[in-house]
């Protein structure tokens, strides 16, 4: 059933909430600073990676509804390149963007974005939590371990996959660091699984200037095979950053105290989303995003809210990563040498509502581990992009292409 395709990309990680975390690394009061240039790489490799999933997907699905953060796939996959060596290491950091980084840069540039970024706005609230859940009695290299809790903060504790009452704790975690959001990542857990790495991030704010409620009203959305439904349409005329295109008009709203915002890419008539997405890249979004100006209009939003789950073995693959997934070649020696390991699964499940006050989304991803067995109107009413980030540096935070709302 069409309804509607929605692309979340999320590149700003945060510190766990339940842990107290060594910033000392960070001078007192540069939360409000420019990028460093390797800082600006790393974001830059970030949504490059995610525009590129983005299309596989799409082009893989194109009439399916999808929800996915490829950055919070990326933080998760960026825990488990510290333990990757040889052909696996080399494959996973071009997927991921990394090969103008040293594996130091890589790491330590992740720990001051997350900083710098997730402090950005008091008005703006996201989190990302990193875990790590072994296998008990299953022997990990310390190197592995003491990287992931500095950089990445995360979690790690010895579990008894056995025990019953183990998938229930790993998605509590979960469900606890999503706000409930996403209340579970796995359903069991096989007797190979020896390590779970995850990822969960939150994200919650309010437009800077919100909607009326009393403006809001049903409208027809016209979707991309010529059917229409009725929606509920956000209201209101203001002053929005806009830009216009040959094929889109652009319109950014800026969350909290505008460090945040989403951009919003509606296809003008004869071209679609998949259109757009296939000639935009990181370069091209950088070139769209210094072009907004102010124009006073009316703009209609839909309202709509999503949840959806993948896996993304196959989408890894097919980007370069196949190695990691390879049961006889993958290398994660770096995690413990005397086993043949490789990654069985990267499960994802993200979740989206955007209304008249602001946005409130989720998303959790799971690398598992196992052992081998071997001036205008515009009214938003067609198939439109959109996209959250931070202004100052353009970074992407989420970007999505919504087909029909649904509430």
């Given at each position: 059933m069409k309804k509607f395709v929605?692309?979340?990309?999320?590149?700003?990680?945060?510190?766990?909430?339940?842990?107290?975390?060594?910033?000392?690394?960070?001078?007192?009061?540069?939360?409000?600073?420019?990028?460093?240039?390797?800082?600006?790489?790393?974001?830059s490799s970030s949504s490059e990676f995610g525009f590129q999933m983005f299309r596989k997907i799409?082009?893989?699905?194109?009439?399916?509804?999808?929800?996915?953060?490829?950055?919070?796939?990326?933080?998760?996959?960026?825990?488990?390149?510290?333990?990757?060596?040889?052909?696996?290491e080399n494959a996973m950091?071009?997927?991921?963007?990394?090969?103008?980084?040293?594996?130091?840069?890589?790491?330590?540039?992740?720990?001051?974005?997350?900083?710098?970024?997730?402090?950005?706005d008091e008005n703006v609230q996201m989190t990302i939590a990193n875990s790590i859940w072994i296998r008990e009695g299953f022997p990990v290299q310390q190197d592995f371990i003491d990287l992931n809790k500095k950089y990445f903060n995360a979690r790690v504790d010895n579990l008894d996959f056995s025990s019953s009452e183990a998938v229930e704790i790993i998605n509590n975690w979960v469900s606890q660091n999503t706000n409930?959001?996403?209340?579970?990542?796995?359903?069991?857990?096989?007797?190979?699984?020896v390590m779970y790495l995850i990822n969960a991030i939150y994200f919650k704010a309010f437009w800077q200037y919100p909607f009326d409620t009393e403006k809001t009203s049903e409208g027809w959305f016209f979707k991309q095979n010529g059917d229409s439904v009725l929606c509920a349409f956000m209201q209101q005329e203001n002053s929005f950053q806009?830009?216009?295109?040959?094929?889109?008009?652009?319109?950014?709203l800026t969350y909290g105290q505008g460090s945040f915002s989403m951009s919003l890419?509606?296809?003008?008539?004869?071209?679609?989303?998949?259109?757009?997405i296939s000639d935009l890249n990181k370069n091209e979004w950088d070139t769209l995003a210094d072009q907004f100006s102010p124009v006073t209009m009316i703009l209609k939003i839909p309202k709509f809210t999503?949840?959806?789950?993948?896996?993304?073995?196959?989408?890894?693959?097919?980007?370069?990563?196949?190695?990691?997934?390879?049961?006889?070649?993958?290398?994660?020696?770096?995690?413990?040498?005397?086993?043949?390991?490789?990654?069985?699964?990267?499960?994802?499940?993200?979740f989206i509502q955007v209304d008249e006050e602001g946005t409130e989304a989720a998303a959790a991803t799971s690398v598992e581990v196992s052992l081998t067995s071997v001036p205008r109107t515009v009214s938003f009413n067609h198939p439109f992009i959109f996209i959250i980030r931070e202004r100052s540096s353009n970074t992407i935070l989420f970007m999505g292409v919504m087909q029909e709302p649904v509430e």
């Amino acid at each position: 059933m069409k309804k509607f395709v929605v692309f979340m990309l999320i590149v700003i990680i945060v510190s766990l909430t339940m842990c107290t975390r060594d910033f000392s690394m960070f001078p007192d009061g540069q939360t409000d600073r420019e990028l460093t240039s390797l800082e600006k790489e790393l974001s830059s490799s970030s949504s490059e990676f995610g525009f590129q999933m983005f299309r596989k997907i799409l082009q893989d699905q194109p009439d399916s509804s999808i929800f996915i953060s490829p950055l919070s796939i990326s933080m998760a996959l960026g825990m488990t390149y510290n333990g990757a060596e040889g052909e696996t290491e080399n494959a996973m950091r071009t997927v991921l963007g990394y090969e103008n980084l040293t594996d130091e840069q890589i790491n330590a540039n992740y720990a001051s974005l997350i900083h710098l970024l997730t402090n950005r706005d008091e008005n703006v609230q996201m989190t990302i939590a990193n875990s790590i859940w072994i296998r008990e009695g299953f022997p990990v290299q310390q190197d592995f371990i003491d990287l992931n809790k500095k950089y990445f903060n995360a979690r790690v504790d010895n579990l008894d996959f056995s025990s019953s009452e183990a998938v229930e704790i790993i998605n509590n975690w979960v469900s606890q660091n999503t706000n409930n959001n996403i209340e579970k990542i796995i359903n069991k857990i096989d007797p190979l699984v020896v390590m779970y790495l995850i990822n969960a991030i939150y994200f919650k704010a309010f437009w800077q200037y919100p909607f009326d409620t009393e403006k809001t009203s049903e409208g027809w959305f016209f979707k991309q095979n010529g059917d229409s439904v009725l929606c509920a349409f956000m209201q209101q005329e203001n002053s929005f950053q806009y830009v216009g295109t040959d094929q889109f008009q652009a319109v950014d709203l800026t969350y909290g105290q505008g460090s945040f915002s989403m951009s919003l890419l509606l296809p003008k008539s004869g071209y679609t989303v998949t259109d757009i997405i296939s000639d935009l890249n990181k370069n091209e979004w950088d070139t769209l995003a210094d072009q907004f100006s102010p124009v006073t209009m009316i703009l209609k939003i839909p309202k709509f809210t999503l949840e959806y789950n993948i896996t993304l073995n196959e989408v890894l693959k097919s980007l370069g990563m196949d190695t990691a997934f390879d049961e006889i070649n993958a290398d994660f020696s770096g995690i413990n040498p005397d086993y043949q390991l490789y990654i069985s699964n990267v499960l994802h499940k993200s979740f989206i509502q955007v209304d008249e006050e602001g946005t409130e989304a989720a998303a959790a991803t799971s690398v598992e581990v196992s052992l081998t067995s071997v001036p205008r109107t515009v009214s938003f009413n067609h198939p439109f992009i959109f996209i959250i980030r931070e202004r100052s540096s353009n970074t992407i935070l989420f970007m999505g292409v919504m087909q029909e709302p649904v509430e």
